[in-house]
């Protein structure tokens, strides 16, 4: 019989070592290099010559960068990725510790310009181009910026769009209004990298876009007051927008994107470099600098919260007591973080309180349904009814009426922005019900709470997501990598809300979970299933991915089958590993462009996965 004692005392005496004072844990929340180059760009464009800084995070950029030239998302993305080759480019140049003639940036300008140059590049990354004056801005708005006038019961105004689309949005409307740039004497000509003459209209490619953007413009025709009256007032309103949405670190929702995008938005706006809001805005983006290998990577955000209730929640699972210091001093954090102020999710849920918990450390206004149930779970066992009930009532206030949950905010998932010209509208401007984060809010209703399995909110969520399982048997997973983390997400919240393992979809989960097992007992899976939209095999194990996998699958199992002893043995016999599998996003936010590797899973998920091992087969 498999022992997995051993490899829990392990995972817990890393986390006890890890766990910072004040009771959380700040592992690296690692997006790739787009940060570190845009970090790079943004203190040279405002000329604050953070040495130090700059010199370390072009290190890292270096260090990053493939024999091609170019420079990958993620390790088995094929021949590298054009968007993150420009952005690691222009920063060393703009470091000005590089210069042209270095044969690193010989081979990824012939990368850059024999993928199509900057013309191909992703939208985000022409904005960045445009506003420090390497691209022209195009001649029509990405959105007109009016659009933030537009009531609430227009087919889409400012709030149809997710969180994360206006804290992004709301600088670039402001941007491109005043076709904002701002180059140095120090900035680099970025020109040679252009494969033709730049067209003024070449960011809106289709004529169904045009059409959209002439819908808006009707739509704004609409509004009362003469038009330059109701330019003036949207400028306004997204002035207030960021002001009021500013979190006490200086950062705009916490993000380092909507944080950038903003300093350039409000110097726009006529505001001096040295004005107190961009001061803060900068020194809370270098708050979340961390250190990897030695060197610095700036944080898109912190992932305290996250950590910290995976981790209280893993932990007590594997048999830590909750009087533990290291148990006490996390939920005694995860408590100081629930929310008490009323955010922006209050515009399409008007009844509830708040209640919820955010994701990063300083998050006090942007609550999310999985960082909810996370810390629920976590401080599930102690004497705290007020936080718990606070914590309940949004969770269940929060289900969409398709009868899924999303991430942030609640029936935020309108189609028409497919037909609009911003790239991955469906990641950016969409929060849509998922897979994952129904599924786990279910197995907290059924493990955690005495729902009962006939409530209304319960039955809704399993219609939800047995009407949304794939042909194969799996789910897609919105936030992770990507089928196998939907899978798990499904089939413990099915599980724990009483639906049967003889059940036709656990079965067929069941069945494709060990029909893509690997040979050496582990799972793995690509970065490239998302994008693809079906699963694309990783071609080699990672702990993560065969950690959600077991689990799975111990969760619907009487008695360890095969698959599940081969997947815990590869989980002992691997959890000190060391290599690129350890590295490879879990995480992700965009398809095909934004993937996080989390340094916290490979600990969490296997300590899981092992404590359910041991209490459901070995006790």
Known sequence: MTNTRKGIDWLVEVLRRDQSPDGSWNYPFETGLSTDAYMIILLRTLEINDEELIKGLAQRILSKQEKSGAWKL?????????????????????????????????????????????????????????????????????????????????PINFYS???????????????????????????????????????????IRSDEMRTLLSFFEEGVKNLIGLPQQLHKQAIVRAEKYMLEHIEQDGTFYSYYSSTFLMIFAFLSLGYKKNHPVITAAINGIKVMKCTIDGLPHMQYTTANVWNTSLIGYALQEAGISTEDPMVVKANHYLLEKQHDKFGDWVIHNRTSLPGGWGFSDVNTINPDVDDTTASLRSISRMNSANAWNRGINWLLSMQNDDGGWAAFEKNTDTKLFEFLPIEKAEFILTDPSCADITGRTLEFFGNYTNLSIDHQSIKKGVKWLVDHQEYDGSWYGRWGICYIYGTWGAVTGLSAVGVPESDESIQKA??????????????????????????????????????????????????????????????????????????????????????????????????????????????
């Open 74 to 154: 993620f390790y088995d993305e094929q021949n590298g990725n054009l968007t993150a080759t420009v952005e690691s480019y222009y920063a060393l140049l703009y470091s000005g510790y590089f210069d042209k003639k270095d044969e690193r940036l010989q081979k990824a300008k012939k990368f850059i310009l024999s993928n199509g140059g900057i013309e191909e590049i992703s939208m985000f990354t022409k904005i960045m181009l445009a506003l420090t004056g390497q691209l022209n801005w195009p001649s029509l708005p990405l959105l007109p910026i009016e659009i933030i006038l537009l009531p609430l019961y227009f």
């Open 161 to 203: 769009f997710s969180v994360y689309g206006r804290a992004n949005l709301t600088p670039i409307m402001v941007l491109a209004d005043k076709k904002f740039s701002l180059r140095t004497n120090r900035s680099p000509d970025l020109s040679e990298l252009l494969r033709n003459r730049e067209e003024p209209d070449s960011w």
């Open 510 to 619: 069941i069945q494709w979970l060990q029909h893509i097992q690997n040979k050496d007992g582990g799972w793995g899976e690509s970065c490239y299933s998302d994008s693809k939209q079906t699963y694309v095999p990783l071609k080699a194990s990672t702990l993560t991915h065969t950690a959600w996998a077991v689990d799975t699958l111990i969760s619907v199992s009487d008695k360890p089958t095969t698959a599940i002893r081969k997947g815990i043995t590869y989980l002992i016999e691997n959890l000190a590993r060391e290599d690129w599998t350890t590295a490879y996003p879990k995480g992700q936010g965009m398809a095909g462009a934004f993937y996080i590797h989390y340094h916290s899973y490979r600990y969490i998920f296997p300590l899981l996965a092992l404590a359910h091992y041991r209490k459901k087969f070995e006790t």
